[in-house]
């Protein structure tokens, strides 16, 4: 476990050093200058020369590179120009509203794929089983922007039962956060139930054609013993790193998310510093967003350990 621990850390720092390269040139290399974004178009060149030059946007770009590179070993991720104050406080500011969409559809997804799996796995000649597979695939396949308009146009625009833009902290009104949350949350869980269910289910399947649960059943364990007892707990294995996977994507595309439903978490806060050209936000975002994606992971993968000894063996 320690050995999974210690190439989980290596690999995380792997993937920052990689991601914060590939961002710090993509942005770079896109035409456009962050001064002319702050100043306005009415800028002179003379403000503008002044204002590139302090930010040290006139020097060569692998000399910029090798500060901002510095600078991050040393955990300093630059200021924003946006918010006038260091990136990390910013981000540390804005990561609630994110974490709650990301872990509350996670967990939603989670309860509600259990059962539909294991009824579609158990009874694969029912009405739900037929159903399982178109649904799943349209679930997958639908845009979570498209879905987000819909949901705001009938709950928002026509019946108007629930507001369509803002966040409540559940520190002030947790009644009223609940709200802000329903319709992110269900446009999130779309997609991720959809994909829980159909790994569940081939999961599943696989476990009630095993050896052992015939002898369980000869032996005359009931049929919901069977299930729940003996072969969820299996076919749960593969659906923890599914898991893991689906809660890091959730953190990816959140922008989406909170761009339409205007929450002020880690997506918005991308968007802005995109938007306003702020190259050390939108790098600063990326970063934390990959240590999230990794750590999670890293959880996963040692409970995974923790709940299949062979792997241990191995």
Same mark, same amino acid.
């Given at each position: 476990?320690?050995?999974?621990?210690?190439?989980?850390?290596?690999?995380?720092?792997i993937v920052l050093f990689l991601v914060g390269t590939a961002m710090f040139?993509?942005?770079?290399?896109?035409?456009?200058?962050?001064?002319?974004?702050?100043?306005?178009?009415?800028?002179?060149?003379?403000?503008?020369?002044?204002?590139?030059?302090?930010?040290?946007?006139?020097?060569?770009?692998?000399?910029?590179?090798?500060?901002?590179?510095?600078?991050?070993?040393?955990?300093?991720?630059?200021?924003?120009?946006?918010?006038?104050?260091?990136?990390?406080?910013?981000?540390?500011?804005?990561?609630?509203?994110t974490i709650l969409l990301a872990l509350g559809s996670t967990i939603i997804?989670?309860?509600?794929?259990?059962?539909?799996?294991?009824?579609?796995?158990?009874?694969?000649?029912?009405?739900?089983?037929?159903?399982?597979?178109?649904?799943?695939?349209?679930?997958?396949?639908?845009?979570?922007?498209?879905?987000?308009?819909?949901?705001?146009?009938?709950?928002?625009?026509?019946?108007?039962?629930?507001?369509?833009?803002?966040?409540?902290?559940?520190?002030?009104?947790?009644?009223?956060?609940?709200?802000?949350?329903?319709?992110?949350?269900?446009?999130?869980?779309?997609?991720?139930?959809?994909?829980?269910?159909?790994?569940?289910?081939?999961?599943?399947?696989?476990?009630?054609?095993?050896?052992?649960?015939?002898?369980?059943?000869?032996?005359?364990?009931?049929?919901?013993?069977?299930?729940?007892?003996?072969?969820?707990?299996?076919?749960?294995?593969?659906?923890?790193?599914?898991?893991?996977?689906?809660? *890091?994507?959730? +953190?990816?595309?959140? @922008? $989406?998310?909170?761009? &339409?439903?205007? #929450?002020?978490?880690?997506?918005? =806060?991308?968007?802005?510093?995109?938007?306003?050209?702020?190259?050390?936000?939108?790098? *600063?975002?990326? +970063?934390?967003?990959? @240590? $999230?994606?990794?750590? &999670?992971?890293? #959880?996963?993968?040692?409970?995974? =350990?923790?709940?299949?000894?062979?792997?241990?063996?191995?």
């Amino acid at each position: 476990m320690a050995g999974l621990v210690l190439r989980r850390i290596r690999d995380l720092v792997i993937v920052l050093f990689l991601v914060g390269t590939a961002m710090f040139f993509i942005i770079h290399l896109i035409p456009g200058n962050p001064a002319i974004a702050l100043l306005g178009p009415y800028a002179t060149q003379e403000q503008i020369a002044d204002l590139t030059a302090s930010l040290g946007l006139d020097q060569p770009l692998f000399t910029q590179y090798v500060t901002w590179l510095g600078n991050l070993v040393q955990g300093d991720m630059g200021s924003s120009l946006i918010f006038a104050q260091p990136v990390l406080p910013v981000i540390l500011d804005h990561v609630t509203p994110t974490i709650l969409l990301a872990l509350g559809s996670t967990i939603i997804s989670a309860v509600i794929a259990v059962p539909l799996a294991i009824h579609a796995a158990a009874k694969p000649r029912s009405l739900w089983a037929r159903m399982v597979t178109p649904v799943t695939a349209f679930g997958l396949a639908m845009p979570s922007f498209w879905l987000a308009l819909v949901l705001v146009l009938v709950f928002g625009v026509i019946f108007q039962v629930l507001p369509t833009s803002g966040y409540v902290d559940f520190g002030s009104d947790p009644g009223e956060a609940v709200k802000y949350l329903v319709l992110p949350i269900v446009v999130l869980v779309a997609h991720q139930a959809a994909l829980f269910v159909a790994t569940l289910r081939e999961s599943m399947s696989g476990e009630l054609l095993s050896l052992y649960l015939r002898s369980a059943r000869a032996k005359g364990v009931r049929e919901r013993g069977v299930l729940y007892r003996h072969a969820l707990p299996n076919a749960l294995l593969p659906a923890i790193t599914v898991i893991g996977s689906s809660f *890091g994507n959730v +953190l990816g595309g959140v @922008v $989406v998310i909170e761009t &339409v439903f205007s #929450i002020p978490g880690w997506g918005q =806060l991308l968007y802005n510093g995109i938007t306003s050209r702020d190259y050390q936000l939108i790098i *600063g975002v990326t +970063l934390m967003i990959a @240590v $999230v994606y990794v750590v &999670v992971n890293l #959880i996963a993968d040692l409970l995974y =350990l923790v709940a299949d000894p062979r792997v241990r063996v191995r």
